[in-house]
Nanobody, 123 residues
């Protein structure tokens, strides 16, 4: 299984980025997909997740209304559109896959992880 995250970079506060995570080696349409982030010295924090069907999403309070998670089954890819970025969004962002039928916000429930893509938001 491979989860290849991309799209990170340096952006000014108020700007936007779109992260992508291409999955291979798993039955993508049967996995809940999530995004987590890790700031220096901190644990993995839940950011957003989308159910296997795409019908349900969940967001951390800190990103609600600014971030949108989506998935494209034809491309085996999950996206995280990040708007109105703030300096506190600075972190390494990881995508993860969970074979559960429901959305989990706890990182230890996820079965597979990508390598992370770095997002830096300058003030």
């Amino acid at each position: 299984v491979q989860l290849q995250a991309s799209g990170g970079g340096l952006v000014q506060a108020g700007g936007s980025l779109r992260l992508s995570c291409a999955a291979s080696g798993l039955s993508f349409s049967t996995y809940t997909m999530g995004w987590f982030r890790q700031a220096p010295g901190k644990e993995h924090d839940f950011v957003a997740a989308i159910s296997w069907s795409g019908d349900s999403t969940r967001y951390a309070d800190s990103v609600k209304g600014r971030f949108t998670i989506s998935r494209d089954v034809a491309k085996n890819t999950v996206y995280l559109q990040m708007n109105s970025l703030k300096p506190e969004d600075t972190a390494v962002y990881f995508c993860a896959a969970d074979r559960s039928l429901w959305i989990n916000v706890v990182s230890t429930r996820y079965d597979y992880w990508g390598q992370g893509t770095e997002v830096t938001v300058s003030s």
